[in-house]
């Protein structure tokens, strides 16, 4: 019960965003391969719904991503919510088509164009569909009185036609919810194109939860049926919006066509909290972040007189698929100082600005204006060196190897991730789940398939970390498993060499 109600308070919290709240957006922005923008100020409220319906509908597989989006409509603020949501990429996993207008045509006739087809496809389909679904029980029907017929025989005698027969039976119901899937698959698409949106010489279709994924859901037997369902669906549209060129109504000169936009923008949503100071945005930077990430948007949250720290809610286009650590990890400080040092600023730059020094001094060196101009990039030249210094003796100061020793953290800056809900907490990646993950396994005797807390080779005396009976420091466990000999030994060898790539 309690679940329910965080469930029905989070989507509450989100329908108040989408209704009451919005805010304005600004949408200045070149098209894309076109000459004409006639979208109105708004037209990004419909895509910002899209990506807050498919955070709501979207299914987890895991009971960790299931809760992600209760997490964070319960964690963030309001006012943060709808400032973040408005700087959200919109291309995120979305169904975004480019335009090849080749008669320069309006982007809302196009639109009006497509919408109108997709539901015309939906009046044919609405008939078809039904007569599929009466098929289909119908098929159902039949096969399981077969099956019976056969059940009650079989105590008595074989009766060949009657097994043929359960199997044409079989085959009819397979047949038939086949036909019946892609029915209202298409169904779904063509609703799903007929809400679509013109945003930036691009089209959107937006995600419309209604009753024909349940139906999905119900007629088919496999556990992912919704995900299925979605891929369907999507790869539907595509096809759909892809195959061929459309006309503009009865006018055959004015064509248009649709491709699929590939590109992806991941991002994360990230709560920070650290004490005040004027370099913690540096720091989470440095510390937290690496070269290639982008910090879109950053909302900080009053300070109340129970809590000193600082709370702020930012949104990171991430470069690559790593997400930043939970606590200061000086991993990254190491990674982010040897970008510096191997990037073009550090060898590039600064090699020319030498060659054109000593090209000045040689020619010209006595002229005042030349002067100014070796003084100009000598301070520049002088700039880098700085920073190279610094670089390099941060990279001595740190460790070789990555130390999983508790490090002092001068702000006590801590994250958590709110979004993405598909990720990997031990490799901090979004390549894959947890659940996916091959670098997990018992930190006892190293198996892949159990966790600490499970192994049989786990101390008993609970003090401190789940540890091996051989390394307690308490003499009655260290007894107790010498009678076990090497056992433990053997099991980490062993399983050392069925995975190989995690000795290390």
Same mark, same amino acid.
Request: hydrophobic share 35%; net charge neutral.
């Given at each position: ?10 989507f509450?919290?989100?329908h ?8 304005? =957006?600004d ?7 076109m000459?004409?923008? @006639? ?20 299914p ?25 949501f ?17 008669? +320069? ?8 164009t497509?919408?109108s ?14 007569e ?9 029907s039949q096969?399981?009185?077969r099956?019976?017929?056969?059940q ?16 044409? #039976?079989?085959?009819?119901?397979a047949?038939?919810?086949k036909?019946?899937?892609e029915?209202?698959?298409?169904? #779904?698409?063509?609703?799903? =194109? #007929? ?43 595509v ?10 109504g ?13 590109q ?5 949503? =990230?709560?920070? +909290? ?5 370099? #913690?945005?540096?720091?989470f ?9 982008q910090?879109?948007k950053?909302i900080?949250?009053?300070? +109340?007189?129970? +809590? ?10 991430l ?10 990890d ?14 073009i ?8 600005l ?41 990279l001595?100061?740190?460790?070789e ?7 002092? @953290? ?12 598909e ?14 993950c ?6 006892i ?8 807390v ?19 420091t ?5 007894q ?10 053997e ?14």
């Amino acid at each position: 019960m309690p679940e329910q109600k965080k469930t029905r308070k989070a989507f509450r919290r989100l329908h108040e965003i989408i209704e009451d709240d919005w805010l304005p =957006i600004d949408n200045d922005g070149p098209s894309v391969g076109m000459a004409e923008t @006639d979208y109105d100020e708004h037209s990004l409220l419909p895509v910002k719904k899209e990506w807050l319906d498919r955070l709501q509908h979207e299914p987890g597989r895991t009971n960790q991503e299931r809760n992600f989006f209760k997490k964070m409509m319960m964690k963030l603020p309001k006012e943060s919510l709808t400032p973040m949501f408005d700087a959200m990429p919109t291309n995120d996993k979305m169904l975004v088509f480019n335009i090849t207008n080749l008669s +320069n045509s309006s982007f809302i006739l196009i639109r009006n164009t497509i919408s109108s087809k997709a539901q015309n496809r939906m009046a044919a389909l609405e008939k078809r569909c039904l007569e599929d679904c009466t098929k289909a029980k119908m098929a159902q029907s039949q096969y399981q009185q077969r099956m019976q017929e056969l059940q009650d025989k079989q105590s008595r005698e074989i009766d060949e036609l009657l097994i043929d027969s359960v199997e044409a #039976a079989s085959e009819e119901v397979a047949l038939t919810q086949k036909v019946m899937v892609e029915s209202y698959v298409e169904y #779904a698409a063509n609703r799903r =194109i #007929a809400h679509a949106e013109v945003l930036r010489g691009q089209i959107l279709i937006p995600f419309i939860a209604d009753s024909l994924s349940v139906v999905f859901a119900e007629v088919s037997t496999s556990k992912d049926a919704r995900n299925i369902f979605s891929r369907m669906v999507s790869d539907k549209i595509v096809s759909l919006l892809t195959d061929d060129a459309t006309f503009l109504g009865a006018d055959e000169r004015r064509l248009f066509s649709l491709e699929k936009n590939q590109q992806t923008v991941p991002f994360a949503i =990230i709560q920070v +909290n650290h004490r005040p100071e004027t370099y #913690a945005k540096q720091y989470f930077e440095d510390h937290f972040l690496l070269r290639a990430d982008q910090i879109m948007k950053l909302i900080r949250e009053k300070l +109340n007189a129970v +809590n000193t720290n600082c709370t702020v809610t930012v949104l990171v286009r991430l470069g690559t698929d790593k997400i930043p650590p939970r606590k200061m990890d000086q991993d990254r400080l190491r990674q982010n100082l040897l970008c510096d040092l191997n990037s073009i600023f550090a060898k590039y730059i600064r090699d020319r600005l030498r060659d054109e020094i000593n090209l000045l001094n040689r020619f010209c060196s006595k002229d005042p204006r030349t002067l100014q101009l070796i003084q100009t990039r000598q301070d520049v030249l002088n700039h880098y060196d700085r920073t190279v210094r610094s670089c390099e003796d941060g990279l001595r100061l740190l460790p070789e190897k990555r130390s999983h020793k508790y490090e002092p @953290d001068p702000i006590q800056m801590k994250t958590e991730i709110l979004y993405p809900r598909e990720l990997c907490v031990l490799c901090l990646t979004t390549s894959h789940t947890f659940r996916e993950c091959k670098m997990k396994r018992c930190s006892i005797c190293f198996d892949l398939f159990h966790p600490a807390v499970k192994c049989e080779f786990k101390c008993d005396c609970r003090k401190g970390f789940v540890h091996a009976m051989e390394e307690c420091t308490l003499s009655k466990a260290r007894q107790a498993c010498e009678l076990r000999g090497s056992a433990l030994l053997e099991a980490r060898i062993r399983n050392e060499e069925q995975s190989p790539t995690l000795s290390t």
